[in-house]
């Protein structure tokens, strides 16, 4: 059987300013004693689309896919926190994205035709724009992590450039996921 590679398509959080304030707001969250396991820094990223395990030939098919997609670099407000399905039965803490959002669905909606004709199936979460910064992992003390996302509903992370559109590879550790860039299209800046 082939190698497959984990991995998925996003953009990188470079911003030490945006990740100082992701990690402020992490320090906060881990004031409310739920069982939380948190996105190491370096590993924030805004993820267009999870591919799951590919082959190592199926990487530069994915590549000519992500050349086909057209945009600009462009600026990412980064403000408020939220859960997944939804605050009383958090799965995953996120921060929000209040501007570029229209511009990263463009670039899901471009991608995934590309994808389909690849033999992706069609992502059945469908694309909400957001950065991971948590995940639950058992329901203590939901009720205080609830309360700290709703107080800080409008908590302002920061603005990131959105300039190169990467396809990362997930390596699963013991130690949690060792993310690394296969490929990249940047458009002229």
């Known amino acids: 059987m082939p190698e ?3 991995s998925f398509i996003a953009f990188d959080i470079e911003s030490a300013q945006v990740l100082e304030r992701i990690t ?3 320090k906060i969250l881990t004031e409310t004693h739920a069982d939380l396991k948190f996105v190491e820094p370096k590993n924030i990223h805004i993820t267009i689309r999870f591919l799951g395990n590919i082959t190592p030939h199926m990487v530069d098919r994915v590549y000519e ?3 086909k997609v057209k945009f600009e670099p462009f600026e990412v407000k980064i403000q408020g926190i939220g859960a997944f399905p939804n605050t009383r039965y958090p799965r995953v803490l996120w921060a929000g994205i209040r501007e570029g959002a229209e511009q990263l669905r463009s670039i899901f909606h471009q991608l995934e035709p590309q994808l389909r004709i690849l033999g992706f199936a069609p992502d059945p979460k469908g694309f909400s724009p957001h950065l991971t910064i948590a995940r639950v992992k058992s329901g203590r003390n939901k009720a205080e992590l609830a309360k700290q996302v709703e107080e800080n509903i ?6 990131v450039k959105a300039e ?3 396809l990362k590879r997930s390596d699963l550790t013991p130690k949690g996921p060792i993310y690394s860039t296969l490929r ?3 458009p002229q800046k």
């Open 65 to 67: 896919s992500m050349k």
């Open 184 to 186: 990249e299209v940047c």
């Open 24 to 26: 402020h707001m992490q």
């Open 4 to 6: 497959t590679i984990r």
């Open 154 to 159: 409008n908590y302002d992370f920061g603005t």
């Open 164 to 166: 190169c559109l990467r």
